[in-house]
């Protein structure tokens, strides 16, 4: 993949390898960015939340919608080239809507991972099936939302359903037969090293998915992923210990899947502050770093070489941590534990961010990311597991005087871990970001506004009212020396660019 090479197209979820979501383009900048204007709209025609970054290759976009939706379009003018759906069953059990966050390319292939737990391949002229795995009983709870990564000539994918009591995994495919060449699974069994962390059995339905995309470090050929909460996310009696590899940051060979190391940000979670957040590299210095603002409120600088913490510094209204061991991690206090009548935690249940991607600007050397000002009322019961069903042992509600409830775009200095400025939103939103070489930042809101900032101050330049909540992360492209910003919206695939 040479995504850096290739500015004009978008050939990973991310952009590159490198999770940074930064374009060089940059006719598109902070003076004319006013000037922008809406040049095609392609409707999906499905409800639901639409979560897709589209790829584009030599002027062809390809995207996923709602219900595992594939489809072609002329990136120029949005005309379509053809559509894939997939027969779902009915009894398909995602958590957190019925959505799919992209594809990952690889020559005359297009990889999907479905709800119903298949990993498919697409021819990219027809749209026509070429290979289709089933990875995992679906009716157990497993499902695939992410946007795969191809490295080499693998696909890799992680798993969802951790809401479900399932034992997470990343999986890797044959490009070219769909074969199965390694999986790793983020509970460790019998034998292996940390399944000590688990008390009992509880490994078997520990939950640890891997919903979100990684990323890949090819001098080192290392590949970095993240999981998500143990199970049942908010009751952590019955599964005692740190749980590993929950909330983690795994370095894994992409050729064999081995670990080479782990760093875990939230030990014994018991608030839901699932880790998936994609794993940003940035070599600054001669420094080879993962930045990551986590769910749980703190920001992340880790070696990426050995997985050592130099780095963690809140972002956000923090409260279930007070204090940092000795190696600067988070310690839960236990005022901030869920209790049978209920305690009020910042961050709230949605996490001082999400899955939502950030951005890295290699010009500001800024962070930029998607935060979330709110907290919750946690409270925890016995729930016994049954299989294929929601396994929480908890319970979260609003707090009752709803301060603070808010979203904000906010720009980090990783040296520091400080924030630099924010945009503050309305409320809280879920939109990812993008950064250019423009100088610009772009992000939307729960209101329906797409807009763009000025990257330096968090100066409004231009906004679209899109008419729908922003679910997704923009992604640009350029057409014969055209510059374009895409976003998806409500059913709506939105393409921007100048007069």
């Given at each position: 993949m040479n995504a850096g090479k290739?500015?004009?197209?978008?050939?990973?979820?991310?952009?590159?390898?490198?999770?940074?979501?930064?374009?060089?383009?940059?006719?598109?900048?902070?003076?004319?960015?006013?000037?922008?204007?809406?040049?095609?709209?392609?409707?999906?025609?499905?409800?639901?939340?639409?979560?897709?970054?589209?790829?584009?290759?030599?002027?062809?976009?390809?995207?996923?919608?709602?219900?595992?939706?594939?489809?072609?379009?002329d990136a120029r003018t949005g005309r379509p080239i053809w559509q894939y759906q997939r027969g779902l069953p009915g009894d398909i059990r995602p958590c957190c809507g019925r959505v799919n966050r992209g594809l990952a390319i690889l020559g005359d292939k297009v990889f999907m991972g479905t709800l119903d737990s298949h990993v498919i391949a697409l021819d990219t002229k027809t749209g026509n099936v070429l290979w289709d795995v089933s990875a995992v009983d679906y009716t157990k709870g497993y499902s695939f939302t992410l946007a795969p990564l191809v490295i080499k000539s693998l696909v890799l994918v992680g798993v969802s359903g951790g809401e479900y009591g399932i034992r997470g995994f990343i999986d890797a495919y044959d490009a070219n037969t769909g074969e199965k060449k390694w999986r790793f699974y983020t509970i460790p069994g019998p034998g292996e090293p940390g399944n000590e962390s688990w008390e009992g059995e509880s490994w078997k339905i520990g939950g640890s998915p891997a919903w979100i995309t990684g990323t890949y470090d090819a001098e080192t050929n290392t590949t970095f992923w993240t999981t998500g909460n143990p199970s049942p996310s908010n009751r952590g009696e019955g599964r005692a210990g740190d749980n590993l590899y929950s909330n983690s940051l795994l370095a894994l060979d992409p050729d064999t899947g081995k670990l080479k190391w782990h760093f875990q940000f939230t030990q014994h979670d018991e608030h839901d502050y699932d880790a998936t957040q994609v794993p940003v590299m940035v070599d600054d210095g001669g420094k080879k770093l993962i930045l990551q603002a986590n769910r749980n409120g703190f920001f992340y600088v880790i070696d990426r070489t050995n997985g050592k913490l130099i780095r963690a510094e809140s972002y956000a209204k923090v409260s279930w941590a007070k204090e940092k061991d000795a190696n600067g991690r988070p310690v839960p206090a236990k005022e901030g534990l869920p209790t049978l009548e209920g305690n009020k935690v910042c961050p709230g249940a949605a996490g001082a961010t999400n899955w939502m991607s950030p951005t890295y600007d290699?010009?500001?050397?800024?962070?930029?990311?998607?935060?979330?000002?709110?907290?919750?009322?946690?409270?925890?019961?016995?729930?016994?597991y049954d299989a294929g069903h929601a396994y929480y042992g908890s319970a979260y509600f609003p707090n009752d005087d709803a301060a603070p409830?808010?979203?904000?775009?906010?720009?980090?200095?990783?040296?520091?871990?400080?924030?630099?400025?924010?945009?503050?939103?309305?409320?809280?939103?879920?939109?990812?970001?993008?950064?250019?070489?423009?100088?610009?930042?772009?992000?939307?809101?729960?209101?329906?506004?797409?807009?763009?900032?000025?990257?330096?101050?968090?100066?409004?330049?231009?906004?679209?009212?899109?008419?729908?909540?922003?679910?997704?992360?923009?992604?640009?492209?350029?057409?014969?020396?055209?510059?374009?910003?895409?976003?998806?919206?409500?059913?709506?695939?939105?393409?921007f660019g100048l007069p």
């Open positions: 290739e500015p004009q197209n978008w050939l990973m979820y991310s952009g590159d390898y490198t999770g940074r979501r930064y374009s060089t383009l940059h006719e598109i900048d902070a003076a004319n960015a006013g000037k922008l204007t809406p040049k095609w709209v392609y409707q999906t025609m499905a409800g639901g939340k639409f979560e897709t970054t589209p790829l584009v290759v030599d002027g062809i976009l390809y995207g996923t919608g709602q219900d595992d939706r594939a489809f072609a379009l290699q010009q500001t050397k800024l962070f930029y990311v998607t935060a979330r000002e709110q907290c919750d009322i946690f409270s925890t019961a016995p729930q016994p409830f808010y979203g904000a775009l906010r720009a980090l200095d990783p040296n520091t871990g400080k924030i630099k400025w924010e945009w503050k939103h309305p409320s809280p939103t879920w939109s990812g970001v993008l950064s250019t070489a423009g100088g610009l930042v772009f992000t939307g809101d729960a209101e329906g506004n797409f807009i763009a900032l000025d990257a330096a101050s968090g100066k409004a330049l231009w906004h679209f009212q899109c008419g729908a909540s922003i679910y997704s992360s923009p992604m640009t492209y350029a057409i014969a020396g055209k510059q374009y910003v895409a976003v998806a919206a409500g059913s709506s695939l939105f393409t």
